[in-house]
């Protein structure tokens, strides 16, 4: 079941800059205001599935209208942004080629997740570009 947190869309020196106040250190970017928004999905999904591989608590969206920010902020919008939450993990088997298991787990290593965090990853994005593209 999707939730959906409260992102905040700032004027930054060279496009624009999207940042959850519900989670510290979640961010991205874009050139323009839409990149900005639709990057906004990505960065937050990848944030609570780091998050939970890592056993992290992963708070509740806050109603976008409660949201407080500093006033040194430019703000330019908000938006409500969708993300899965993490449910109950099904084992499953898969058959893969050798190669590309290792490519696999060479990739999550270097950037912090595990293999199955990575694939589940891929495959929201992948299932996101095609509801885009339908």
């Known amino acids: 079941m ?4 409260p ?8 496009g624009f800059g999207v940042f959850f106040p ?29 998050a939970a ?8 969206p806050s ?9 040194d902020i430019r703000q330019a919008a908000r938006i409500l942004v ?3 939450l993490p449910g109950r ?7 893969l080629p050798e190669e590309l298991l290792k490519a696999i787990d060479q990739y999550a290593a270097r950037t912090g997740y595990s293999r199955s965090g990575l694939l589940a990853q891929a495959a929201r994005e992948r299932m996101r ?4 593209a339908a």
């Open 22 to 50: 519900d989670l510290p250190g979640c961010t991205t970017a874009g050139a323009t205001m839409q990149e900005a928004a639709r990057n906004a999905e990505d960065a937050l999904q990848a944030h609570i599935d780091l």
């Open 82 to 84: 969708r993300a899965e």
């Open 7 to 14: 992102a905040i869309i700032e004027c930054a020196s060279e």
């Open 89 to 95: 993990s099904v084992r499953v088997n898969i058959t």
């Open 63 to 71: 109603e976008i209208d409660a949201i407080t920010v500093d006033p």
């Open 53 to 60: 591989e890592h056993h992290e608590t992963i708070p509740p």
């Open 129 to 132: 570009q095609g509801r885009a």
């Open 2 to 5: 999707p939730s959906y947190y």
